[in-house]
Structure formats: C-alpha cells, structure tokens
C-alpha cells in the first residue's frame, strides 16, 4: 500500500516497503530504500516522518477510491 504522489519519480532499484506515501514531484533516487510508515519528499526523497495511523488508513482509502473511478468510467 504506496500512494505516489503525481508527477513523481522513482528510479532504478528504490526499494519502497508498505504504508508509505511520496508526495508529489519526489524523486526517489536509484536504490534508495524507504521504511514502512513513511512520508517522503523533496529531490532528492528523504523521510521526513513517520506516517499516523489515520494517515495509512487514507492510503488504502484513496486506492478504493480509484478503483471505484475505473469502474465508473470502464461502463461508459
């Protein structure tokens, strides 16, 4: 469960564990890994703290979301 924010990067070999969130327009440089439960940012990408539990219940909340969307517009 990663949500990538738009416009980001990830290059060769990152490692990303779950829970995590990139914010937009990161770059996630090559190999670099990023722990669970972590929020990242910048160019290049660093932690800059650990995700709340509200937080990653949003993740897997955006994610259903999108799937609904898909649906919504593969009927039409």
């Known amino acids: 469960n990663v949500l990538i924010g738009m416009g ?9 564990e779950s829970d995590v969130i990139i914010g937009a327009g990161s770059l996630v440089p ?21 995700l709340s539990e509200d937080e990653i219940d949003s993740i897997k909340r ?9 649906q919504h517009y593969k009927s039409k």
């Open 30 to 50: 090559p190999r670099k890994r990023i722990p669970s439960k972590s929020l990242v940012i910048g160019s290049p990408a660093k932690v800059v703290r650990t």
């Open 62 to 70: 955006s994610a259903r979301g999108y799937v609904e969307l898909s």
């Open 8 to 16: 980001s990067i990830i290059l060769d070999g990152a490692h990303i």
